[in-house]
């Protein structure tokens, strides 16, 4: 690979103990690592090789195809570099240290596509937590909603837009994270464009919108709250420089999270900031800067009032809710002409107000569409954690069913024991989604947007090893 001389000489200029083995691996290839989701009761296999900042998360020895893997498509694991695993370590770190008596925390991923941070930040974050996961890009943000909905928490919002427009909710969230658009030379192994974009104009123009970034949710921020500030680049203009303008603008303290702990992981260059930053060549995992700050004061979030906890939903929507869903009593059960929402009441009035001030592409879990004169369980839904278990009829598959379903294609075998109606078709015991069974056949629910484009030909002609187990 041919870098950038003046990339070359930045890093020299890090020290050789530094510099040396991140620039001899940048011309070797990336590892591959995944996380078991334990929102779904999962884990690593025994004997996985297991990434050192995250129980849930393991190298595989190569990459397979995992568009092919069933578990993969009901969001039983997810693909995440494991550098990026780490913020599983530091949630639970902070929710320890500073909210361990927080009712209802609110957590803010602001740059959040595509996901992989904000779902190992729901794995660590209480229960009872609201995530709001943001994303300007458009395409990018449906992607982010579509990882979050594999995920299957039912307590997240997707927002689209400026994360700069939560400014206007101040001292609302207990916790934001700003994984902060940069000039990626982290990635620089893994994608040709980073390198070929790189310069050091790129560089100030990145900080310039990372400062903005951080001043405007610097609002948002409750006194006493922590902003985890990272990027995958290693400059240190947009890393340590950006930290200690934090600290000096708003009187911010770093938080020392002891993440050089972990073999590899080094601290900040020149700074006497908290700072950890990882790197090829010396952990196994993609170049990740990380550190967090305190705000000053001490106070919880703002509380909202409204009346949004308060509705009272049409019959059919709440018996709807209470054969459907696991502990109902949670939910606010907000009901559209055609859709039933279910949001945590212990959020809903604060998401109420918020949908004023930002542009939400989901709240909650949407559990059903008016169709006809009869609701229609959502895919998101199937793949809920708060779907009620054995509250609808299931079809199980085999490893070519399953991959046939996922492609869009009616199921033409159903046993006759299954009831008629709505129906999840499984795998390894576990739905895939939603078919409508009207006798001889099942007519396939799978959402077209998600349909699988693989040709059945290239398919292995047997199940993929599992890669991960039940809890």
Not at 339 to 355: D, G, N
Not at 436 to 458: S, V
Request: charge should be neutral; include cysteine; glycine fraction near 8%.
């Amino acid at each position: 690979m041919a870098l950038p001389a003046q990339f070359v000489d930045m890093l020299r200029g890090f020290g050789p103990a530094y510099s040396a083995p991140l620039l001899a691996a940048l011309d070797t290839a990336p590892s591959v690592s995944v996380r078991a989701n334990t929102l779904k009761g999962l884990q690593a296999k025994d004997k996985a090789d297991p990434v050192p900042w995250c129980e849930a998360g393991f190298y595989l020895s190569s990459r397979p195809l995992f568009a092919a893997d069933p578990a993969w498509h009901q969001g039983l694991y997810y693909v995440q570099d494991a550098s990026s695993m780490v913020y599983d370590t530091i949630v639970r770190t902070l929710v320890a240290r500073y909210f361990a008596d927080t009712s209802s925390l609110r957590y803010l991923d602001a740059c959040a596509a595509p996901g992989g941070k904000s779902i190992a930040a729901l794995e660590a974050l209480p229960s009872d937590a609201l995530l709001v996961a943001n994303e300007y890009d458009g395409h990018r943000a449906n992607i982010l909603l579509e990882n979050l909905t594999k995920a299957g928490a039912p307590n997240v919002a997707v927002s689209r837009g400026d994360a700069c427009a939560y400014r206007r909710l101040p001292e609302a969230f207990d916790i934001i994270a700003v994984d902060a658009p940069c000039s990626g030379e982290g990635m620089m192994r893994k994608e040709a464009e980073a390198v070929a974009q790189w310069s050091p104009s790129l560089i100030e123009q990145c900080a310039a919108t990372q400062r903005h970034i951080v001043e405007s949710l610097w609002e948002a921020l409750r006194p006493g709250g922590v902003l985890i500030y990272s990027t995958c680049t290693f400059n240190r203009t947009e890393n340590e420089l950006m930290v200690s303008h934090i600290a000096d603008t708003f009187g911010a303290k770093s938080i020392e999270l002891g993440l050089d702990r972990f073999a590899g992981v080094f601290g900040g260059i020149d700074t006497p900031h908290h700072c950890y930053r990882f790197a090829p060549g010396h952990v196994r995992g993609e170049g990740l800067f990380v550190s967090a700050l305190r705000k000053p004061g001490n106070s919880t979030h703002r509380e909202v009032r409204g009346s949004a906890a308060r509705q009272k939903p049409k019959p059919e929507a709440k018996a709807f809710a209470e054969r459907h869903i696991s502990q109902p009593e949670a939910y606010t059960i907000q009901v559209s002409d055609d859709s039933i929402r279910l949001v945590p009441t212990a959020h809903a009035a604060f998401l109420q107000e918020a949908s004023t001030k930002v542009r939400f592409l989901n709240c909650g879990l949407c559990a059903a569409t008016l169709k006809g004169r009869e609701y229609a369980p959502t895919h998101a839904l199937a793949l809920s954690t708060a779907l009620a278990p054995g509250s609808f009829g299931n079809i199980a598959t085999d490893y070519h069913g399953a991959m046939s379903y996922l492609r869009g294609e009616s199921l033409s075998e159903v046993p006759t024991e299954v009831s008629k109606g709505y129906v999840l078709a499984c795998y390894g015991g576990r739905p895939l989604g939603f078919v409508k069974n009207i006798g001889r056949r099942a007519n396939n629910l799978y959402p077209d947007a998600l349909r699988l484009r693989l040709d059945a030909r290239t398919l292995p002609a047997e199940a993929p090893t599992p890669l991960i187990a039940n809890l």
